[in-house]
């Protein structure tokens, strides 16, 4: 029964070291501007909102482990919100505005800190007042080891 107490006490101790940052994790740093500008992809200029001035906004990457802070500015006259899509995170930076989360409030900045705990590709929009469908549509993409061959890519609208 020693014996048993000993290799639970080890596989325990084992764990919780194992658990911890890997030594090449990294504090990955963001900003992203939402603002409502004028696009083109028809021929026709229509308001749209964007985000860092374009549609779709940036790919955002990081490694398994690494530490995500997203600064994320509203510029716009309304509220707004960014659900990382597929996103292991906690509910508190989910992004799903009155669930889990208060909106982002027009000219306001809030700052989305959280531990990326699983690799693969994703995609982020907002969910506040159908504007994913406005124009706020947005792609990122994840993986392990950028240099493992994985062929992993971003995904994106057509447009």
């Not at 596989?11 to 500008?37: F, M, N, W």
């Not at 906690?90 to 505005?97: I, Q, T």
Request: with cysteine; aromatic share 8%.
């Amino acid at each position: 029964m020693v014996r048993f107490k000993i290799f639970i006490t080890a596989l325990l101790v084992a764990g919780l070291l194992s658990s911890g940052p890997s030594p090449q994790a990294a504090t990955i740093e963001y900003e992203l501007t939402i603002e409502q500008k004028e696009v083109n992809f028809t021929g026709k200029a229509v308001p749209a909102m964007t985000i860092n001035g374009g549609i779709p906004g940036p790919t955002l990457t990081f490694k398994e482990g690494d530490l995500a802070r997203i600064q994320v500015h509203n510029r716009m006259n309304v509220e707004t919100s960014i659900h990382w899509h597929g996103l292991l995170v906690p509910p508190e930076m989910d992004g799903v505005p009155n669930i889990s989360f208060p909106p982002i409030a027009a000219n306001t900045t809030f700052t989305y800190e959280f531990p990326i705990r699983q690799s693969g590709t994703y995609w982020y929009h907002s969910h506040t007042n159908l504007q994913e469908q406005r124009g706020l549509w947005l792609h990122c993409h994840r993986t392990a080891d950028l240099n493992s061959g994985c062929g992993a890519r971003a995904c994106g609208p057509s447009l």
